[in-house]
């Protein structure tokens, strides 16, 4: 999408079986020393590995196929052949290896380190194997089994951990630049950012991965604007933050439009996330009573100010991506026994 770098495809082939090998054991004063051949040597895996250090597939981008050695044939005096080696490919994590032609997942690489996509053909069995009261020179052996190939398709989900979410316009490219290392491009018309950026936040020692998507707008779900197929970079974040334009006066109703689109897409983007809500461009106009307001309307949820011109107003933004992050979903929050419910309330808090 957009000439974004996630997805590829490899062409992978497994190693053939080394050949069972016939032969017959003839030595000085042993006559018709029966059969001796030595089995195939198994043919390499074709095995995914995932490497932390690996931020993109762009290196599969340049050799595309990968072929497991062959085992080697066995050979007389009963010597097996030696096995083939595996072949690995390195994969960011968060990588999915699908089905080029439907689209299916294979495997999801994000919770595994190794995946044996292809096992390498077995070796075959040497004559010796075939060996009879009654067939005393078998003069076959079995031969390895072959190599198995197939295409398959790569896709890496960017894993950020907060993902951006808002209209057109609303400041959320301004943010990351604010925030993180990224410099996405902000200019003052709709649909600035076409392909997803990624910054990395640093905030007491711990790095968190934010990500500016495009603008999404009101009908979105069915293919407005830019669609929202780049939903996907932030089905996997652990919160989103919903930016809101408080220099439009119909504020108060972006975040219900948003929150129905981003449902639209997946459920899993809207149930059991984090969530907070920042009203963007605090310096315009009406907007701090249009703040008051957004406020008042999402009472249980976290509403925080934001003005590119006011730095002052980042650490409390920085602050709730962090609680975001670091939210443990099951550790259930329960106040201590005997404790007071309103020294409970003022000192006592989930994050
Ligand atoms: N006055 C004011 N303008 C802002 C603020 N934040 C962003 N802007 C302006 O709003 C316009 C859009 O900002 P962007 O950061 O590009 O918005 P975006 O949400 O990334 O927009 P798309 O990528 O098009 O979806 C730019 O002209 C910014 O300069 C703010 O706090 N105050
Ligand atoms: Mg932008």
Not at 202 to 213: E, G
């Amino acid at each position: 999408m957009f000439g974004f770098s996630d997805e590829t495809y490899v062409d992978v082939a497994s190693g053939k079986g080394g050949n069972g090998c016939v032969s017959f054991r003839r030595e000085r004063c042993v006559p018709k020393g029966g059969p001796d051949g030595g089995d195939g040597g198994r043919g390499g895996d074709v095995v995914f590995v995932v490497k932390d250090n690996l931020r993109t597939l762009s290196h599969l981008k340049t050799i595309r196929s990968f072929k497991a050695e062959g085992g080697q044939n066995g050979s007389g005096a009963r010597c097996y052949g030696r096995a083939g080696a595996d072949i690995e490919i390195p994969v960011p994590r968060g990588t999915v290896i699908k089905d080029p032609d439907t689209g299916a997942i294979i495997k999801d690489l994000t919770d595994t380190d190794r995946f044996v996509f292809l096992e390498g053909g077995r070796g075959g069995l040497g004559n010796y194997h075939f060996r009879t009261a009654t067939r005393q020179t078998p003069r076959f052996a079995q031969p390895g089994e072959p190599s198995q190939a197939a295409r398959v398709g790569l896709e890496l989900l960017i894993i950020a951990d907060i993902g951006f979410v808002g209209f057109p316009n609303a400041g959320k490219s301004s943010l990351i630049n604010m925030l993180t290392n990224a410099r996405s491009e902000v200019a003052p018309y709709p649909f600035t950012t076409r392909i997803p950026v990624l910054g990395m936040m640093r905030y007491a020692d711990q790095d968190i991965v934010l990500a500016d998507i495009p603008g999404i707008i009101e009908g979105a779900s069915e293919g407005s604007g830019m669609g929202f197929k780049f939903l996907r970079h932030i089905s996997r974040t652990r919160g989103l933050a919903y930016l809101v334009d408080l220099s439009d006066p119909n504020c108060l109703d972006a975040y219900d439009i948003l929150h129905k689109e981003v449902a639209a897409y997946s459920e899993e983007l809207v149930t059991g996330k984090q969530e907070c809500i920042i009203g963007t461009k605090l310096d315009e106009p009406g907007a701090l009573e249009r703040f008051e307001l957004l406020k008042a309307k999402y009472a249980d949820k976290t509403v925080l100010p934001l003005s590119i011109y006011m730095e002052d107003k980042l650490l409390a933004i920085q602050q709730a991506f962090m609680a975001m992050v670091n939210h443990k979903p099951d550790s259930g929050f329960a106040k201590p026994l005997g404790m007071d419910a309103d020294f409970a309330d003022e000192h006592w808090s989930q994050t």
